[in-house]
């Protein structure tokens, strides 16, 4: 459903007899009464028991668009409100001009040179966030690359970690010296593989 609703404070200074009618226009897209091809609906506040209507107070418009199949051919003799239908409609499908055309009249034209505006920004933003999103791909791969990076030093760290207890624990069993901290952590993990390897082929000559 397309809704634009606006409010307006009633000023200090006026009486309620200066108020305006409530007119609210809801154009619908699906259909709400399928059994009936009356496309434009409008309601009153209406009295149950009298029949009386309050007149001239509120107003509910409800427009069927998907009942409205006015053809190009039929527009200079349709009504009004057909006419802004089929706009509503169909205004994608022609450029501005070719809409200045089919809709001659000061009524339209406002509604126009908005939509030629629109198309601007639209292009505008379309450019914007092909760039953004650029931008965004970039930061995603590098974020990807940093926590790879991470992932595969806390890796490292962890191996670290294990060759360095089963090293120690293989020096006590041996009766050898306990490699420090320091002095593991100036080996690289593949010259700690190979102490680790050399380890255990000497433990199990001894058994």
Same mark, same amino acid.
């Given at each position: 459903?397309?809704?634009?609703?606006?409010f307006h404070e009633l000023p200090s200074c006026w009486e309620?007899?200066? %108020?305006?009618?409530?007119?609210?226009?809801a154009l619908v897209? !699906?259909?709400?009464?399928?059994?009936?091809?009356?496309?434009?609906?409008?309601?009153?506040?209406?009295?149950?028991?009298?029949?009386?209507? %309050?007149? !001239?107070?509120?107003?509910?418009?409800?427009?069927?668009?998907e009942k409205y199949n006015?053809?190009?051919?039929?527009?200079?003799?349709?009504?009004?409100?057909e006419r802004w239908v089929f706009w509503l409609r169909h205004a994608q499908e022609y450029d501005v001009q070719e809409l200045r055309e089919l809709f001659p009249g000061n009524e339209f034209d406002?509604?126009?040179s908005l939509l030629l505006e629109i198309s601007q920004?639209?292009? !505008?933003?379309?450019?914007?966030?092909?760039q953004e999103k650029q931008r965004r791909d970039l930061l995603w791969l590098q974020n990807i690359a940093i926590e790879e990076a991470e992932e595969r030093g806390e890796a490292r760290g962890e191996a670290r970690g294990e060759l360095k207890e089963k090293i120690r624990t293989l020096q006590e069993i041996l009766g050898l010296s306990v490699s420090t901290d320091s002095e593991i952590k100036n080996q690289t993990l593949e010259e700690l593989q190979a102490q680790l390897a050399d380890l255990q082929v000497r433990v199990k000559s001894r058994g």
């Open positions: 459903m397309l809704r634009r609703a606006q309620y007899r200066q %108020l305006k009618p409530v007119i609210i226009i897209e !699906d259909l709400v009464w399928a059994e009936t091809r009356q496309p434009h609906h409008r309601f009153e506040l209406t009295d149950r028991e009298s029949g009386r209507v %309050l007149s !001239d107070t509120l107003s509910i418009h409800i427009v069927e668009l006015l053809e190009v051919a039929a527009l200079p003799e349709a009504s009004p409100l406002v509604v126009n920004q639209t292009k !505008d933003k379309s450019m914007y966030d092909a």
